[in-house]
């Protein structure tokens, strides 16, 4: 009897040992179990010896210290001032240093001294980067003691919260907000350091802390006092806060008559109220801004220019250290229209007009997160205006929280592509980061995918989509295997067959995804309103450019949107090599064929296929891969903690269940308009069209 407890007490131990709920995200810090390894990080763990009079720097050796404890089963002493000592890592802010003189403010180096680390940089927060950046190269066992410099590519490195006043999230997939505003200022959740810390992790310096669809409540005395309360928090990690906010404040909180920017009484508010908000964040990083769309005021109600409306906000931070953001995701609702050229129609007239303190954020895509889409235009188009990228990290057209699918390849794949403005090797990575036109402020945003859920994102992969956005805002050329092998060592497992297998897992699941969803570069074809599942006949929405007809234009010709001048100009857009490279539909890269053009069912493509056989392979094969997904998976048990392993086994199990649903979707809806059977090596669905259509219902879903 006492032997069967033991055993019982011995294995509810060892699961508590072994689950994990993820909350510790890429900042692991478990034991090394290579003693070996484990040796060659002790003999620089005697001490930690920097300026911890400074906060920044203090939170950098706390940090290293907490790392040791874990990682390596060390006590390292924290000395404030500087030491002959050998054995230890030194923090130096310096620019004396021959590694330090190419850094640019943030970045940093790390180099052998006398027996030490040294970390260095010109800025405080520099020094914190390369302590993360130090710890990850234990985390991930690697060799320490090299010389390593590295500067942020982009200088502001930027997290979009979406999150609401009442608590929750749009487009949030993760649990309710986890801005405790009911809470603050007087209660400061623990979580918020959690953030702040994984945020400096992987070089992220800005947040915007509201949702853009914004409510005028946060430039309230009252909210300015909560977000000043999260700002002290961020502060010393080197992030600043922006808030989002609504153009009708002026008449919503000032009281006045009118919002319209070239009203004198308009832009005095605005200035005023901009000072109260540094009365409170000192460092306010600023305004961001959605205007004239999708309902939002603006100062198109006024008749006047997006450039009227981001200058007189401009004007009123001009004091100060901030920017304005002004986001280009714009368009109206014209049937006859095309959506994909709203913004650069919009904006272009205004290159060269917006006020230096302004930056335009732009989507990556010119619809709206598709999981393909072509590079928006604006990137090769505005040489006069600093241009920001916007990705959205958390995914709203991406199987939300039940679909794995990493974001890496998907952001490499737009911030890689040549836009030729400036000739070949004119990327959409050199517009962001301001080398193409030598801009001095660079802007990369991301949606963010946090909330309330234990874990942050939700899917326990979907923080490898937060991690990726944050290292490649910091360093455009890293590869997506590489980033994804660096989360893998630090949240998952450092056994390096499992890494391999994982990481080729991630590196399938968004193709895997396109193929079962939108293949062939179809898009927007999602359940009305909540963006869940699929729903390509739905005809009528608010507006005919949230439909689906819209999108792929099914008829019993074909398939798609020409864009090369029959149905829309759009392609026009970009510049003559990107015409080429899209323009011709035998030539165009199949993954964005329905982008630009309406092809025939009974077209051979290729592939040797026909349209309709593609089309139907892709899907069925997008169902077959992520069987493969859960095979892969599978095999993968004895590397994984069990609250892990368990969470991702059950949500692929439903990402199966709702790949087929989609399959059946897709393929079943254009067999109405293509005519033709199904490919007799596939098997054909066992529902039919009126069933699936009827499983909206079923899923509660509108």
């Known amino acids: 009897m006492k032997k069967a407890f033991l055993s019982i007490i011995f294995s509810l131990?060892?699961?508590?040992?072994?689950?994990?709920?993820?909350?510790?995200?890429?900042?692991k810090y478990d034991l090394i179990k290579d003693q070996k390894q484990k040796l060659s990080y002790i003999k620089f763990s005697k001490f930690i010896a920097g300026n911890t009079e400074n906060p920044t720097l203090q939170k950098a050796a706390e940090e290293l210290q907490s790392g040791f404890a874990g990682l390596l089963g060390t006590k390292t002493i924290i000395s404030p001032k500087s030491t002959s000592l050998s054995g230890g890592i030194i923090l130096e802010v310096s620019n004396n240093q021959s590694l330090t003189q190419s850094l640019n403010e943030d970045g940093f180096a790390i180099f052998a001294r006398n027996g030490n680390i040294v970390i260095s940089s010109k800025s405080a927060v520099g020094v914190l980067y390369g302590a993360f950046e130090l710890l990850r190269n234990i985390q991930t066992l690697q060799a320490i003691g090299q010389n390593i410099v590295s500067n942020p590519r982009v200088k502001i490195r930027m997290l979009n919260h979406w999150d609401n006043a009442n608590g929750t999230v749009e487009r949030g997939y993760a649990g309710s907000s986890m801005w405790k505003w009911n809470e603050l200022p007087f209660r400061i959740d623990p979580r918020y350091v959690a953030y702040a810390r994984a945020n400096a992790a992987i070089g992220i310096n800005a947040t915007s802390i509201n949702n853009v669809n914004a409510s005028s409540r946060f430039l309230t005395a009252e909210y300015l006092e909560k977000i000043k309360a999260v700002a002290d928090v961020l502060r010393p990690y080197g992030i600043r806060v922006f808030i989002s906010v609504n153009f009708r404040s002026p008449r919503t909180l000032g009281g006045l008559k009118t919002s319209d920017p070239l009203d004198p009484e308009v832009r005095k508010w605005w200035n005023e109220k901009t000072k109260e908000i540094h009365q409170y964040i000192p460092d306010f990083g600023g305004y961001l801004v959605k205007a004239n769309s999708e309902g939002e005021p603006g100062p198109q109600d006024y008749g006047r220019t997006h450039a009227d409306g981001a200058n007189m906000l401009a004007e009123a931070m001009k004091p100060f250290s901030g920017i304005v953001i002004w986001r280009a995701f714009v368009y109206n609702a014209d049937p006859n229209g095309d959506r994909f050229k709203e913004a650069f129609e919009q904006f272009k007239p205004l290159d060269g007009k917006f006020d230096e303190k302004v930056i335009v954020q732009v989507k990556n895509g010119p619809i709206d997160f598709m999981p393909r889409e072509p590079f928006h235009p604006m990137f090769g188009g505005f040489s006069n205006t600093k241009l920001a990228m916007e990705f959205q990290i958390t995914q709203e057209y991406l199987g939300q929280s039940t679909h794995l699918t990493y974001l890496a390849p998907m952001f490499k794949e737009c911030l890689d592509t040549d836009t030729y403005a400036k000739g070949k090797g004119s990327t959409v990575a050199k517009v962001i980061d301001g080398s193409l036109y030598n801009s001095q402020v660079s802007l990369m945003a991301g949606v963010a995918n946090t909330g309330s859920d234990a874990n942050w994102c939700g899917h326990p992969f979907n923080q490898a989509n937060w991690y990726a956005f944050g290292r490649l805002a910091w360093d455009n050329t890293l590869s997506s295997e590489k980033i994804?092998?660096?989360?893998?060592?630090?949240?998952?497992?450092?056994?390096e067959k499992a890494k391999v297998q994982?990481?080729?897992?991630?590196?399938?699941?968004?193709?895997?995804?396109?193929?079962?969803t939108y293949p062939l570069?179809?898009?927007h074809m999602m359940g009305e309103g909540h963006h869940y599942g699929p729903e390509p006949w739905l005809t009528k929405a608010a507006r005919p450019d949230w439909t689906s007809i819209y999108y792929h234009r099914a008829d019993s010709i074909g398939l798609g949107f020409d864009r090369t001048g029959k149905m829309s100009n759009a392609l026009n857009l970009y510049t003559k090599e990107v015409r080429e490279m899209w323009g011709n539909p035998d030539k165009c890269d199949l993954n964005y064929l329905m982008w630009f053009h309406h092809i025939a069912w009974n077209k051979k493509l290729s592939t040797g296929n026909t349209l309709w056989e593609e089309l139907c392979y892709r899907y069925y094969n997008?169902?077959?891969?992520?069987?493969?997904?859960?095979?892969?998976?599978?095999?993968?048990?004895?590397?994984?903690d069990t609250e892990t392993f368990g969470s991702v086994s059950a949500r692929l199990k439903i990402q199966e269940k709702e790949a087929i649903w989609w399959r059946d979707a897709c393929v079943l809806y254009f067999q109405e308009f293509a005519k033709t059977p199904i490919p007799s090596s596939l098997t054909p669905p066992n529902r039919n069209l009126e069933e699936v259509k009827k499983l909206v219902e079923i899923y509660h879903l509108r």
């Open 521 to 523: 570069g179809l898009s």
């Open 502 to 516: 994982i990481n080729e897992m991630m590196q399938k699941s968004l193709p895997t995804y396109i193929s079962y």
């Open 13 to 27: 131990f060892a699961i508590m040992v072994f689950a994990d709920d993820g909350s510790r995200l890429w900042l």
């Open 484 to 495: 994804a092998k660096e989360w893998i060592g630090m949240a998952l497992t450092n056994d």
């Open 622 to 640: 997008g169902v077959v891969e992520v069987q493969k997904l859960q095979k892969d998976w599978t095999n993968l048990k004895p590397y994984i």
